[in-house]
């Protein structure tokens, strides 16, 4: 019973925060998410919200194009320190710490080593070798398309991009020129199908998820739709603000990456 209030109580503190998030983001203001929301700083579950949401909570910064508040860098480092993943954590949990960690303890990008999160296992890392004969483990580029989407889904905090002088300000470089970013750039007609696949089972959040990323991705199939596909997701799944969070932040990628920047046909094929 303890531990499903606690769940609870996590679960309201994500929802919460997301939605502070989401209005920071389309209210431009310079107010912290963090401090819109939690009680005591030192609350487990507010800190557990802050965790899940990761770096998502300096993404208003990214959009406004602005410093992070102090007081929402101060909160994801703390989250950081309290929730720190376990010796046997998946390669889920090392990266979203990874990014968590970068975007606190790194304002600039520029500074920052990319690749796989210190001291992961081998099996762990994109960008580390398996075994003595030099094969690399290509997590998750080896996996399928449907494992791929779940699997980044749940890493869409690092679907930014990375190619504006916003993002550099910011930091947010150092998520964009993740290993996991690199596959994402790699497969867009996978991330394509797990899109179509995530709104025909009404996952609402993974196929909001998965379109943050193809608004950071190249070659998007001209097929697929992607505008009109996040208007209808956020029509049917916006009551999740993190279906908000991700769609918004899709649709602002969208927009400030066409820029300056010839597309075919208005197809949301970038040239």
């Known amino acids: 019973m303890e531990r499903s209030e606690a769940a609870a109580r996590?679960?309201?503190a994500v929802h919460d925060l997301a939605s502070d998030v989401v209005s920071a983001l389309k209210g431009g203001?310079?107010?912290?998410?963090?401090?819109?929301?939690?009680?005591?700083?030192?609350?487990?579950?507010?800190?557990?919200?802050?965790?899940?949401?990761?770096?998502?909570?300096?993404?208003?910064?990214?959009?406004?194009?602005?410093?992070?508040?102090?007081?929402?860098?101060?909160?994801?480092?703390?989250?950081a320190d309290t929730f720190p993943p376990r010796a046997d954590s998946s390669p889920v949990t090392v990266w979203s710490h990874w990014a968590l960690t970068r975007m606190s303890d790194h304002s600039d990008a520029r500074t920052v080593t990319f690749g796989a999160p210190d001291g992961l296992p081998a099996e762990h890392g994109p960008d580390h070798d398996a075994g003595s004969d030099g094969a690399r483990d290509a997590w998750p580029a080896a996996v399928s398309w449907q494992q791929l989407t779940h699997q980044l889904a749940l890493l869409a905090p690092l679907a930014v991009p990375g190619d504006t002088a916003t993002a550099a300000a910011c930091g947010h470089t150092v998520l964009a020129e993740s290993a996991v970013a690199r596959v994402a750039r790699q497969r867009p007609v996978d991330l394509a199908r797990g899109f179509a696949r995530a709104v025909r089972r009404r996952d609402w959040l993974q196929a909001a998820a998965a379109g943050r990323w193809l608004a950071v991705v190249d070659d998007v199939p001209k097929t697929l739709g992607l505008d009109s596909g996040l208007d209808f997701v956020l029509l049917m799944g916006g009551s999740d603000f993190r279906v908000d969070l991700h769609v918004h932040a899709a649709q602002h990628f969208r927009a400030i990456r066409s820029t300056g920047v010839e597309r075919e046909d208005g197809t949301g094929v970038r040239a």
Not at 35 to 45: H, Q, Y
Not at 46 to 54: E, K, N, Q, S, Y
Not at 56 to 70: E, K, S
Request: glycine share 12%.
């Open 10 to 12: 996590v679960a309201e």
């Open 29 to 79: 203001d310079h107010s912290s998410a963090w401090s819109g929301t939690a009680g005591a700083e030192g609350d487990g579950p507010w800190l557990a919200a802050v965790r899940m949401l990761g770096p998502d909570l300096l993404l208003p910064a990214l959009v406004h194009g602005r410093p992070p508040h102090p007081q929402d860098v101060a909160a994801c480092r703390r989250a």
